[in-house]
Every structure is written in structure tokens, then in C-alpha cells.
């Protein structure tokens, strides 16, 4: 008598079917972020060389690349310009160093445009906008930072009865471009430092540091599930044999 017969079933015939496409699929998942691995990586490093250049003005900058955002973000850039703070924002439900706040987000008239500033955090207490005790000086201001992509990733608020956004979730160039007009820039500019430098308020914020992600956590744990199903199915079909056979 064949032990191994019942695999013959319309059931177990299923059941091989399903392993395998399981233990393939399992497979390509995790091959998938091994792949979006490497482009981590490989943006990892246009970000390291972007963001170690010395700094451009901001006119050449655009004059060289355009206003192509992914070939001006993370770049350090210096502007000299104007801050509109009748217009601001503030980035509401942020934190820096584990405290509560928001950042506050200022146009900047310079010549070739508009371009939104990121200034830096306030504490959650700070009333505004324009946040109060967080004014920049006024008249030209010598602005040096990096530059930065619209953010999409959560929810941008409720504009008031006039539509237009004084508090937002993210730093939406689109949204922002339809009050503050045409010509603001598809990217944003995080301060670093700026002349004269103003008060106390608002702290400037890190720029973004280069980070692989989670992909490699993910691709290992496809690859287990993967051997699971693999190594699992045959240990079953086995098992089964030796009931059988006893039986």
C-alpha cells in the first residue's frame, strides 16, 4: 500500500498548491525589500553627498537644476530675503527632543519667488499664528538651510471659514502654494541658521539624517515565513503518512 496515496486527494493537491504559492510568494516579498534596500541605500548616498556640498545660493541653485525637487532636496542653500509673517503657519503636533510643540512654517519673498520656511519649533503653549514670541527680525534676512519635499504622509487640517490654512498636519507646498500664489517653490527650505538671527524662539530642527528603514527587518522575516511553509508542509504530509500507516 502507497502511505504517501492521500496526496493524491483533490484536498492535499490543493494543500501543495497553496504551499507552494505561499512559500514563493513568501520568497518575493522578502527579495522585494532587499531591493528596496538597495534604493534606500542608494539614496543614502546621494543624500550624504548633497548634504556635505558646500552650500549654493539658492538663485544658482534653480538656474542649474530647475525646480525639479528630487534634484534639489537635501541640498544646503543660502537665500537672501523678506519673511511675510501675516502669512504663516504653524505645524501643529510636532515634538523635538521628546517635548510637544509645533513648527512654524513662514513664506520668504526673495528674488526669484517665494519659498516656505520651515523656522524651526515652538512649545505646544505658544499661541498663534504668527507665534507669539517666535517673530523673526524684520527687513532682508540671510537664510541658510537645507532644502526639503513637500510632505503628503498625514492629514493636512481644516482650512477656516475663508479657506485658508493658518493650522495644518504637514507642510503641503500644493495647499499652501493656492493662498501664498503661484510662485512659491515645490520644496521647502529648513533653517539651519540665519542673519540676523532673531530670538529664543522658535529652536531650529535637525535636518533629516539618512536611515535604511526597516526593509532588511522585513526581508528576514519573509524568508522565515517562508521556511516555515517550506519546511512546515513536508513535516505535515509526513506526519499524516505515519497515521495513516499505523492506522
Not at 493537491?13 to 516579498?29: H, K, Y
Request: aromatic share 8%.
Amino acid at each position: 500500500m502507497d502511505r504517501y496515496a492521500f496526496l493524491k486527494s483533490p484536498l492535499w493537491i490543493a494543500g501543495i498548491a497553496i504551499a507552494l504559492v505561499t512559500v514563493i510568494a513568501f520568497a518575493n516579498l522578502g527579495l522585494w525589500q532587499l531591493r528596496r534596500l538597495d534604493q534606500r541605500r542608494e539614496a543614502n548616498t546621494l543624500i550624504d553627498e548633497r548634504s556635505t556640498a558646500d552650500p549654493a545660493r539658492l538663485g544658482v541653485a534653480l538656474a542649474t537644476h530647475g525646480t525639479d525637487p528630487e534634484a534639489l532636496v537635501y541640498r544646503r542653500v543660502l537665500v537672501a530675503g523678506e519673511y511675510d509673517t501675516s502669512a504663516e503657519v504653524m505645524v501643529v503636533g510636532t515634538t523635538l527632543n521628546g517635548r510637544s510643540g509645533h513648527d512654524v512654517v513662514t513664506p520668504l519673498a526673495f528674488d526669484g519667488g517665494t519659498i516656505a520656511v520651515d523656522r524651526g519649533w515652538v512649545p505646544i503653549d505658544t499661541e498663534g499664528p504668527p507665534a507669539s514670541g517666535a517673530e523673526p527680525p524684520t527687513g532682508t534676512i540671510e537664510v541658510a538651510g537645507v532644502l526639503l519635499e513637500s510632505q503628503t504622509a498625514g492629514s493636512l487640517g481644516t482650512p477656516g471659514s475663508d479657506g485658508v490654512y493658518e493650522q495644518v498636519g504637514r507642510i503641503d507646498l500644493e495647499a499652501l502654494s493656492r493662498q501664498w500664489g503661484d510662485d512659491l517653490l515645490p520644496m521647502y527650505l529648513l533653517v539651519e541658521k540665519q542673519a540676523p538671527s532673531g530670538g529664543d524662539l522658535p529652536l531650529p530642527r535637525p535636518a533629516p539624517e539618512p536611515s535604511e528603514g526597516p526593509h532588511f527587518a522585513y526581508a528576514i522575516q519573509w524568508f522565515i515565513f517562508a521556511a516555515i511553509a517550506l519546511i512546515g508542509f513536508p513535516i505535515l504530509v509526513v506526519q499524516n503518512a505515519k497515521r495513516k500507516t499505523s492506522a
